[in-house]
């Protein structure tokens, strides 16, 4: 079974500090990793995603993430937080070799960005 | 616009009753998954369909069902409802197998 922890329910920051928002996984194989933004009212909207290669992925709106498979982690990171940050961020897994499985989704981390 | 389009947004109706969702997928999408989502136990997999088939089924309660049709488009139904029910349902839809969900705006489900 696949599996998603995001330790931390919410995440304060203050504009301009460098945010983190943790996440880590559990598949029997390699793993296709993703992180979505939740803004309130709306839909889950895809960030970034990890498939292969670099460990450092790039993504929307200056987000990147890192992939450490010793760590079994995917931690979301930006330099420089804004207040359009806060909302709340979904980490999701996905097992490679899987075929039609579905992405388990992490429970959440709200951030909030405090001016 | 996500590509994935559901209706209704906004949906009330009382305890006992039968409400039908819907979710067309973004265009080429064969895929196409249930989600709710509730404060207190975050986004729950209800089930996926593949091309008319189910294809994987999560915490989906009886009273609830789902299916695809050959236009792709998919239905959830929720019967008997209770309070409990109230949520937001989201439809998600994939295409290739390494990318990620395209989620639709999703329909909030008042029961009172």
């Known amino acids: 079974a696949q599996s998603v922890a995001q330790p931390e329910d919410q995440v304060n920051v203050a504009e301009g500090n460098p945010l983190t928002v943790k996440c880590t996984y559990s598949?029997?194989?390699?793993?296709?990793l993703f992180w979505y933004v939740q803004y309130p009212n709306r839909g889950l909207q895809f960030l970034l995603k990890?498939?292969?290669?670099?460990?450092l992925v790039k993504g929307s709106y200056g987000f990147e993430a890192e992939f450490n498979k010793s760590q079994t982690s995917f931690h979301l990171k930006k330099p420089s937080a804004l207040v359009s940050d806060s909302a709340l961020y979904f980490c999701a897994v996905r097992d490679r070799n899987g075929g039609y499985q579905k992405v388990t989704f992490g429970t959440g981390t709200k951030l909030q960005v405090i001016p | 616009d996500s590509g994935v389009t559901q209706t209704p947004k906004h949906l009330i109706t009382a305890t006992g009753q039968r409400v039908t969702l819907r979710c067309s997928p973004r265009?080429?999408?064969?895929?196409v998954y249930w989600y709710q989502q509730s404060l207190d136990q975050g986004l729950q997999f209800l089930i996926q369909y593949y091309n008319g088939e189910e294809r994987a089924k999560g915490n989906i309660l009886e009273r609830f069902s789902a299916q695809q049709f050959p236009d792709l488009h998919s239905e959830l139904n929720l019967s008997s409802l209770e309070l409990g029910d109230s949520a937001l349902y989201f439809c998600?839809?994939?295409?290739?197998?390494?990318?990620?969900?395209?989620f639709g705006s999703g329909t909030r489900l008042t029961v009172v």
């Open positions: 598949v029997s194989g390699n793993p296709y």
């Open positions: 990890y498939i292969t290669g670099d460990n």
């Open positions: 998600a839809s994939s295409g290739r197998e390494d990318y990620g969900y395209t």
């Open positions: 265009s080429g999408d064969l895929s």
